[in-house]
Protein backbone atom coordinates (compact mmCIF):
# COMPACT_ATOMS: atom_id res chain seq x y z
CA UNK A 1 0.00 0.00 0.00
CA UNK A 2 1.45 3.36 -0.75
CA UNK A 3 0.17 6.56 0.72
CA UNK A 4 0.61 9.73 -0.97
CA UNK A 5 0.19 13.27 0.36
CA UNK A 6 0.33 16.47 -1.51
CA UNK A 7 0.81 20.11 -0.22
CA UNK A 8 1.75 23.64 -1.84
CA UNK A 9 -1.52 24.75 -3.80
CA UNK A 10 -2.97 27.91 -3.18
CA UNK A 11 -3.49 31.33 -4.60
CA UNK A 12 -1.45 32.86 -7.09
CA UNK A 13 -1.60 35.69 -9.94
CA UNK A 14 -0.67 35.13 -13.65
CA UNK A 15 2.82 34.78 -14.12
CA UNK A 16 3.89 33.46 -10.34
CA UNK A 17 5.29 30.45 -9.71
CA UNK A 18 4.17 27.17 -7.45
CA UNK A 19 5.76 23.99 -5.83
CA UNK A 20 3.33 21.36 -5.08
CA UNK A 21 5.17 18.72 -2.93
CA UNK A 22 3.79 15.39 -3.08
CA UNK A 23 5.41 12.68 -0.08
CA UNK A 24 5.04 8.81 -0.53
CA UNK A 25 5.01 6.13 2.51
CA UNK A 26 5.02 2.66 2.07
CA UNK A 27 7.18 2.05 -1.11
CA UNK A 28 9.85 3.77 -2.44
CA UNK A 29 10.80 5.25 -5.87
CA UNK A 30 12.60 2.42 -6.81
CA UNK A 31 9.61 0.57 -8.26
CA UNK A 32 6.83 3.48 -8.62
CA UNK A 33 6.31 5.60 -11.60
CA UNK A 34 5.01 8.73 -10.24
CA UNK A 35 2.59 11.00 -11.60
CA UNK A 36 0.79 14.25 -11.49
CA UNK A 37 -2.63 15.02 -13.16
CA UNK A 38 -5.29 17.58 -12.27
CA UNK A 39 -9.02 18.00 -12.78
CA UNK A 40 -11.21 21.27 -13.65
CA UNK A 41 -15.18 20.63 -12.68
CA UNK A 42 -16.75 18.81 -15.48
CA UNK A 43 -13.91 17.44 -17.47
CA UNK A 44 -11.62 14.65 -17.35
CA UNK A 45 -8.56 14.13 -15.29
CA UNK A 46 -5.71 14.70 -17.31
CA UNK A 47 -1.87 14.30 -17.46
CA UNK A 48 0.55 16.80 -16.40
CA UNK A 49 3.63 14.98 -16.31
CA UNK A 50 5.60 12.38 -14.95
CA UNK A 51 9.08 10.66 -13.49
CA UNK A 52 9.85 7.18 -14.28
CA UNK A 53 10.77 4.96 -11.51
CA UNK A 54 15.29 5.64 -12.00
CA UNK A 55 14.13 9.17 -12.24
CA UNK A 56 15.06 9.46 -15.65
CA UNK A 57 12.67 9.99 -18.53
CA UNK A 58 10.93 12.80 -17.18
CA UNK A 59 7.88 13.53 -19.43
CA UNK A 60 5.36 16.13 -19.87
CA UNK A 61 2.07 17.00 -21.41
CA UNK A 62 2.74 19.84 -24.47
CA UNK A 63 0.41 22.43 -22.54
CA UNK A 64 2.98 22.57 -19.67
CA UNK A 65 6.55 21.87 -21.59
CA UNK A 66 9.18 24.58 -20.85
CA UNK A 67 7.16 25.76 -17.69
CA UNK A 68 6.53 22.89 -15.76
CA UNK A 69 9.76 20.33 -13.73
CA UNK A 70 8.97 17.35 -12.63
CA UNK A 71 12.19 16.39 -9.64
CA UNK A 72 12.45 14.14 -6.70
CA UNK A 73 14.15 13.63 -3.51
CA UNK A 74 14.78 10.31 -2.44
CA UNK A 75 16.00 11.15 0.79
CA UNK A 76 12.84 12.52 1.78
CA UNK A 77 10.49 10.11 -1.10
CA UNK A 78 9.33 13.42 -2.13
CA UNK A 79 8.22 14.26 -5.84
CA UNK A 80 7.98 18.07 -6.37
CA UNK A 81 6.10 19.95 -9.31
CA UNK A 82 7.60 23.59 -10.06
CA UNK A 83 5.38 25.44 -12.13
CA UNK A 84 6.07 28.66 -13.07
CA UNK A 85 4.74 31.36 -15.89
CA UNK A 86 1.30 29.95 -14.49
CA UNK A 87 -1.62 30.99 -16.30
CA UNK A 88 -5.15 31.10 -15.33
CA UNK A 89 -5.95 27.65 -17.49
CA UNK A 90 -3.99 26.18 -15.11
CA UNK A 91 -6.17 26.32 -12.63
CA UNK A 92 -7.20 23.23 -11.33
CA UNK A 93 -7.07 20.16 -8.67
CA UNK A 94 -3.88 18.89 -8.98
CA UNK A 95 -2.81 15.12 -7.91
CA UNK A 96 0.04 13.49 -7.46
CA UNK A 97 0.15 9.74 -8.61
CA UNK A 98 1.79 6.54 -8.09
CA UNK A 99 2.41 3.77 -10.39
CA UNK A 100 3.86 0.32 -9.21
CA UNK A 101 5.85 -0.35 -12.53
CA UNK A 102 9.95 -1.80 -12.85
CA UNK A 103 9.96 -0.09 -16.75
CA UNK A 104 12.09 3.27 -17.15
CA UNK A 105 8.93 4.35 -18.82
CA UNK A 106 5.93 6.91 -17.71
CA UNK A 107 1.97 6.37 -18.98
CA UNK A 108 -0.06 9.76 -19.50
CA UNK A 109 -2.89 6.95 -18.78
CA UNK A 110 -4.75 7.71 -15.36
CA UNK A 111 -5.87 4.67 -15.40
CA UNK A 112 -3.11 2.57 -15.17
CA UNK A 113 -2.03 4.46 -11.92
CA UNK A 114 -2.48 2.05 -8.38
CA UNK A 115 -2.56 5.07 -5.77
CA UNK A 116 -4.05 8.41 -5.61
CA UNK A 117 -3.29 11.54 -3.45
CA UNK A 118 -6.40 13.71 -2.55
CA UNK A 119 -5.48 16.60 -4.53
CA UNK A 120 -4.52 20.06 -3.67
CA UNK A 121 -6.41 22.94 -5.39
CA UNK A 122 -4.05 25.60 -7.23
CA UNK A 123 -6.14 28.71 -8.28
CA UNK A 124 -3.99 31.26 -10.77
CA UNK A 125 -6.48 34.26 -10.79
CA UNK A 126 -5.70 36.52 -13.99
Known amino acids: QVQLVESGGGLVQAGDSLILSCGAS????????MGWFRQTPGKEREFVGG????????YYADFVKGRFTISRDLAKNTVYLQMNSLKPEDTAVYYC???????????????????WGQGTQVTVSS
Open 97 to 115: AARVWLLSTVSRDRREYDY
Open 26 to 33: GRTFSSLS
Open 51 to 58: LSRNGGNP
